[in-house]
């Protein structure tokens, strides 16, 4: 037996009054299409789980969304049906911007089925990242500190992107020389930039 959740119902309450339609639309479209789904709320949005999750809608100012978790799969064509925004089928505005009940309720059987057989959701695709380039005035500090040039040489390659990304981000020549002074004191140390988040 299926499972509703009370959060998602104080989600739908307080959205917008043009999602309020489109969130109560999906809901029971997924709830009739799967009668045991389960409601939860994932990355503060309601989420739809049934062997592992289905599908998630949200509500934003002016458009509300919906996303399957397995869209390549279920939707093909790379998973999008509507332009380039959070979910699978664009900016929605009204219940005519979803696909009919029908072939709404046939993405979320195929969802399920998915699920139920153990299929994983591909992995997107990453393009490969810039080399990194080390500035000048920063590569002159490191050469006259050992210890933190030492720390650095050995840090994986994204604690030195982020330390990079974080110098060159400075607007003002004032802002780099400061960021420049206290990387080398935290490497040094052989902390990574962001040292101070990761025992939360």
């Not at 664009?90 to 072939?103: C, E, F, N, Q």
């Not at 060159?168 to 962001?194: V, Y």
């Amino acid at each position: 037996m299926g499972k509703k959740d009370p959060r998602v119902d104080e989600y739908i309450a307080k959205s917008a009054d043009f999602a309020k339609p489109i969130l109560r639309h999906v809901r029971a479209v997924v709830h009739g299409a799967c009668p045991d789904v389960v409601e939860t709320l994932k990355w503060r949005a309601p989420a739809f789980e049934h062997a592992g999750l289905l599908c998630q809608m949200a509500a934003f100012k002016e458009h509300a969304t919906l996303g399957f978790w397995k869209a390549a799969l279920i939707l093909g064509d790379g998973g999008q049906k509507g332009g380039a925004s959070w979910g699978n089928f664009g900016r929605l505005k009204s219940v005519d911007d979803l696909p009919a009940k029908k072939v709404l309720v046939g993405y979320v059987k195929r969802a399920v089925a998915l699920n139920e057989s153990g299929v994983k959701a591909p992995r997107a695709m990453r393009s490969p990242k810039k080399p990194l380039r080390v500035p000048a005035d920063f590569t002159a500090a490191l050469a006259k500190a050992k210890r933190a040039r030492e720390h650095f040489a050995a840090f994986s390659p994204s604690h030195r992107r982020e330390y990079v990304e974080w110098i060159t981000e400075a607007k003002q020549a004032a802002t780099r020389e400061r960021r420049i002074a206290q990387a080398l004191a935290w490497i040094a140390e052989g902390k990574s930039r962001n040292w101070k988040y990761e025992k939360c």
